[in-house]
């Protein structure tokens, strides 16, 4: 039982460069999201989907995109990237549409932008 | 500004005693309540969820919801060493939104 699977684990960029986190879940859940995590700053929502075919911003969408490609998998694009986007991001999914409750999360993405 | 406050530590106990961990949240209307574990390097996972005012059991945990106050806590009983962890509060607020987080509080277990 996978649950959420995100790749890569580590990444090392260079600015300017551009990439895509991939994520995808064997849940059957509605709604995925992307977070990052930044030392003292707790877990901040990018983007999320709550349904197939739906994309909103979250509280730092800024510098990142987003394509929820079917039901399982939701992938975060950086186009530029930036040495602030030095973070580390999580996906996560849920089932409950109402509420967006009780995320499953992924095991992280390591992102370093030189 | 819907915001979720936690004291962010570091927490200390001793192996054995209880922990007692806060959170604060802004939107009075508020629906949903949960705790998440996050071991060093490792990404949350869901503990406890509590939905209605009270105490909500759940093997040496307790979550404790006040609506009034617009408080909710974790209690952890018999604390291990294997405790010591970030706990993050989150909170369901208004409508058909994300989980608002807060920044964790550290708790350290010392045996």
């Known amino acids: 039982n996978a649950g959420v699977t995100q790749t890569p684990k580590f990444q090392v960029l260079k600015t300017g460069q551009s990439m895509t986190l991939q994520c995808a879940q064997d849940?059957?859940?509605?709604?995925m999201y992307w977070y990052r995590q930044d030392p003292g700053m707790g877990l901040r929502l990018i983007y999320y989907?709550?349904?197939?075919?739906?994309?909103d911003k979250g509280e730092v969408p800024n510098g990142y995109n987003v394509s929820r490609l079917n039901k399982r998998e939701f992938s975060l694009r950086l186009e530029s990237a930036a040495p602030s986007q030095t973070s580390v991001y999580f996906c996560?999914?849920?089932?409950?549409?109402?509420?967006?409750?009780?995320?499953?999360f992924g095991s992280g993405t390591q992102l370093s932008v030189l | 500004q819907k915001e979720v406050e936690q004291n962010s530590g570091p927490l200390s106990v001793p192996e054995g005693a209880i922990a007692s961990l806060n959170c604060t949240y802004s939107?009075?209307?508020?629906?949903?309540f949960f705790w998440y574990r996050q071991y060093s390097g490792k990404s949350p996972e869901l503990i406890m969820s509590?939905?209605?005012?009270g105490d909500k059991e759940d093997g040496r945990f307790t979550a404790q919801l006040n609506k009034a106050s617009q408080y909710v806590s974790l209690l952890i009983r018999d604390s291990q060493p294997s405790d010591s962890a970030t706990y993050l509060c989150?909170?369901?607020?208004?409508?058909?939104?994300?989980?608002?987080f807060g920044k964790g509080t550290r708790l350290s277990v010392i045996a």
């Open positions: 989907s709550a349904s197939e075919g739906t994309t």
């Open positions: 849940m059957n859940h509605n709604s």
């Open positions: 939107d009075r209307v508020s629906q949903s």
């Open positions: 509590i939905y209605s005012n």
């Open positions: 996560a999914s849920s089932g409950s549409g109402q509420g967006h409750q009780k995320l499953f």
């Open positions: 989150a909170v369901n607020m208004t409508g058909n939104t994300p989980l608002v």
